[in-house]
């Protein structure tokens, strides 16, 4: 089994070592064959230096450049295209998540499932982006008829396999909720796991809570329309 943990950075110079450091390490302890991919989205810090001085020391260190910036969700879908893992690791890069939790979520991603996703238990955000998240997380059970608790939450566990058939839009911080969705609706096995949640480690937020949530509002319109016509034999693929 390959292990791939994949995530965006943007800005990250403050945790970006630690955090590849540390993903290696743990990586390395669940399984005979890993890589981490970074897409270094834009990076106007010192995040892509310290990528490339990493590389020297791990040859299984992946570094994707955008330039300029493309966004989360582009960032992201890079690194899972060019991730080569059986086993999809995604996370964000500013500490906010341990990647030690795949240790505990490893024995329920069984053979007939294709995603495992996590959801934060204490979530460690503002108010605002707490109350924010609650309120999409039951705009989207009730939009698309599901029971999900966390489809943004970032980590999360694919069947690499399955992950690159799939097609990825959301340019955004959409994208997790776009693959759970999708997955959904193609009948895939997805379970849930609880995962840990810490305060940022270092940097600043790229997130502008107003704005991201209309575009989250604009992207599930679309995606609930999609989903709809695709399900109606209008369209044959999602």
């Not at 995604?90 to 030690?100: E, K, M, N, T, V």
């Not at 997130?207 to 709809?228: D, E």
Request: glycine residues 6%.
């Amino acid at each position: 089994m390959k292990l791939s943990a994949v995530m965006p950075a943007f800005n990250e110079a403050e945790t970006i070592e630690k955090t590849v450091r540390y993903c290696f390490e743990v990586l390395r302890d669940c399984a005979d064959i890993s890589e981490v991919v970074v897409t270094n989205d834009g990076s106007r810090d010192a995040t892509g230096e310290i990528l490339l001085r990493l590389q020297q020391e791990f040859p299984d260190l992946v570094v994707i450049t955008h330039s300029p910036n493309q966004g989360y969700g582009a960032a992201l879908a890079r690194a899972m295209d060019t991730a080569s893992g059986d086993i999809i690791v995604s996370l964000d890069s500013d500490g906010q998540f341990d990647i030690a939790d795949i240790r505990d979520m490893l024995p329920f991603f069984s053979d007939d499932v294709a995603i495992l996703t996590g959801y934060r238990q204490g979530k460690k955000d503002s108010l605002l982006k707490v109350f924010a998240d609650r309120v999409m997380n039951r705009m989207i059970r009730i939009l698309f008829s599901v029971s999900y608790r966390d489809t943004n939450c970032a980590l999360k566990l694919y069947r690499g396999a399955l992950l690159h058939t799939l097609p990825l839009e959301a340019r955004g911080f959409q994208l997790p909720t776009e693959i759970v969705l999708k997955a959904h609706a193609l009948g895939w096995v997805i379970r849930e796991c609880p995962v840990r949640h810490y305060p940022r480690a270092g940097g600043q937020s790229s997130l502008a809570p107003f704005r991201t949530a209309w575009r989250m509002l604009v992207f599930l319109a679309y995606l609930r329309r999609k989903i709809t016509l695709y399900k109606k034999g209008i369209i044959r693929s999602l």
